[in-house]
């Protein structure tokens, strides 16, 4: 892997003009958490309505997860090849008609395709807020930056999902849900037409005849002072999903690409059941949604604990640690008893070592990739992700379907994150690629959504 060079902004100061950037990333990062688990705030009302069994609502779980591995693999390439900005306009166009349409579903197929549209936009988006949460900081606060939006970004749209659902199921009914989202969707779209500029490490990478150009406008419009020659770069031309696999990347694309799998698939699992779980203990659809809330907010102090630990000791050895933890609360929560304080325990304990395990594993990932292959990395290892994670809700509903109980299949997916700390460790051991052992796990562009 090669060293990255010094980005335009990285010796500059961090202007209000960039926070405000840095701000939006962030808030694109909560919408992305609303709109990835609407459906699941929403599957027991759905299911309810139309009388539909837990295979098809598997199958409408996974959905959105569809649809963000087709957008991880197919569009997010795209953030290397016309830019960052676009991309994010476009996911967020995508975004928005999904929501709009889930809305307006009268048939379970028809939401199942809208619900593919709006996955396509949310895959997307995944990789590009953080992204841009990385190239619009400077090098001092980079770390930060990263580490607030990829950890706090999703889990706080998970709670604001789940809190708005439980308001709006029992009165406005279960199409409001994807509605509210649309209307956050277009409010953001026009947001970010206006206040999102080109990425200044982005331009700088790609040496196009005009980039110094359009990179010095840029920095004006942050508030900095024009530079007189582009940043020396180690890059030559765009890359592409071949680069992932040439020698030297070609190892740590697989282990990354294994470890992103077996923690998705289980991580995505139990985010979409989690409802509909708590609604078969006989509470309301109301009160799943806010067991899901709250375990996405204890998930923020979790996804921080581990930044900063792996700030301090190596990235590696704390996200095979907090793997185990998750695989063992997944465990945990197919077994808890119909008692609401236990089950909001045993949720609240899968949140936190969830995102503590993104915080940890994506920092991992992020380090493996420079500028002009990061989106296509980022997106590569996501849309795996994405596969196994729409094969997770899907499955169990075909489990649970044909009367398997739910602590078998919660110990089935809890060995995904065991298998997954086994090849972390294994990389530890050996010392392999150099991103494992000692990258910042916020330093770079990692997305929190991926596992989410």
């Known amino acids: ?66 649809g963000m591995a087709f957008g991880s693999l197919v569009l997010s390439p795209l953030g290397d090849r016309v830019g960052r900005r676009p991309v994010v306009l476009g996911a967020l166009a995508l975004m928005t008609a999904g929501s709009l349409l889930s809305g307006f579903a009268q048939a379970p197929a028809v939401l199942f395709a809208c619900r593919v549209l709006t996955g396509l936009g949310i895959g997307v988006m995944v990789a590009m807020t953080t992204l841009i949460s990385a190239e619009f900081a400077n090098a001092r606060h980079r770390p930060l930056a990263v580490g607030v939006v990829a950890t706090a970004g999703f889990p706080l749209g998970g709670v604001i999902g789940g809190l708005t659902a439980a308001a709006l199921l029992p009165t406005l009914g279960w199409r409001w849900v994807f509605l509210a989202g649309a209307f956050g969707g277009g409010a953001f779209l026009v947001a970010a037409a206006v206040a999102l500029p080109e990425s200044p490490g982005y331009l700088a990478a790609l040496r196009s005849p005009d980039a110094l150009t359009r990179l010095n406008r840029t920095l004006a419009g ?87 630990f792996a700030a301090r000791f190596r990235p590696g050895r704390v996200a095979a640690v907090v793997m185990i933890g998750m695989g063992l609360s997944v465990a945990a929560f197919g077994f808890t008893p119909a008692r609401l304080p236990l089950v909001m325990l045993s949720a609240a304990l899968f949140g936190f070592f969830l995102s503590a395990a993104v915080a940890a594993t994506y920092g991992l990932i992020a380090a493996t990739f420079p500028p002009l292959l990061r989106a ?50 294994g990389l530890v051991r050996r010392s392999a690629p150099v991103a494992f052992q000692h990258a910042k796990p916020a330093a770079v562009a990692a997305t929190a959504g991926d596992a989410r």
Request: no cysteine; aromatic share 6%.
């Open 376 to 425: 296509s990395g980022v997106g590569l290892i996501l849309g795996a992700g994405r596969i196994a994670s729409a094969i997770g809700p899907a499955l169990a509903g075909l489990l649970l379907g044909r009367s398997v109980p739910k602590g078998e299949v919660s110990l089935g997916f809890a060995v995904g994150p065991l298998i997954a700390a086994v090849i972390i460790a």
């Open 1 to 66: 892997m090669e060293a990255e060079s010094t980005g335009p902004l990285d010796l500059q100061p961090l202007s209000g003009r960039q926070v405000g950037v840095l701000a939006l990333a962030l808030l694109l990062g909560v919408l992305d958490g609303y709109d990835a688990l609407a459906m699941a705030f929403a599957a027991p009302a759905v299911g309810r309505e139309w009388g539909l069994g837990k295979g098809a609502l598997g199958l409408l779980l996974s959905s959105g997860l569809i």
């Open 222 to 308: 942050l508030g900095h002072a024009a530079i007189p020659a582009l940043p020396p770069t180690g890059e030559r031309g765009r890359a592409g999903y071949r680069a992932l696999f040439a020698p030297g990347m070609a190892g740590a694309t697989m282990r990354l690409a294994a470890v992103i799998v077996l923690l998705s698939s289980s991580a995505y699992y139990l985010l979409n059941w989690i409802p509909q779980f708590v609604t078969d203990m006989g509470f309301s659809p109301s009160t799943g949604s806010r067991v899901s809330a709250f375990s996405n907010l204890i998930g923020v102090p979790g996804g921080a604990l581990a930044g900063a």
